[in-house]
């Protein structure tokens, strides 16, 4: 399908010329010309992007960022989280901070078996 927009470009092309007196054959050439280029450099990029996709996270990447509720007291030196329906151990990223039961936090990193957590 997005072949034909790219003839729809070089349709255009070949109005501007035609719209500056251009002959016949040179307005045929030019929506070839434009058409063809168009095909050669831009459908293969388009079709590269339309099968990518969204990047998917996996792991240790997808719970990054995640929300959990604290179940123990967290402080720097541990507790634990509720994360994804399940019960991780957790610390606190900045040593000084605790947080009670009940309180919502934001993962930010996991080191082994440990979210850190703000």
């Known amino acids: 399908m997005p072949e034909f927009g790219m003839f729809g470009v070089g349709a255009l092309a070949t109005a501007a ?5 251009a002959n016949v054959v040179t307005q045929f050439i030019v929506f070839v010309a434009v058409s063809v280029a168009l ?8 079709y ?10 996996m792991g240790i990447d997808a719970l990054k960022g995640a929300s959990a509720v604290v179940q123990e007291r967290v402080d720097g030196e541990g507790g634990r ?14 040593p000084g901070t605790t947080y009670e039961p009940g309180q919502h936090v934001d993962v930010v990193e996991i080191e082994g078996a440990t979210a850190l957590v703000v």
């Open 81 to 94: 989280i509720k994360l994804n329906g399940e019960i991780w151990s957790a610390r606190a990223l900045n």
């Open 17 to 21: 010329a035609a719209g500056l007196g």
């Open 48 to 57: 590269r992007h339309l099968k990518q996709g969204p990047p998917v996270r």
């Open 39 to 46: 095909l050669v450099v831009v459908r293969p990029i388009a």
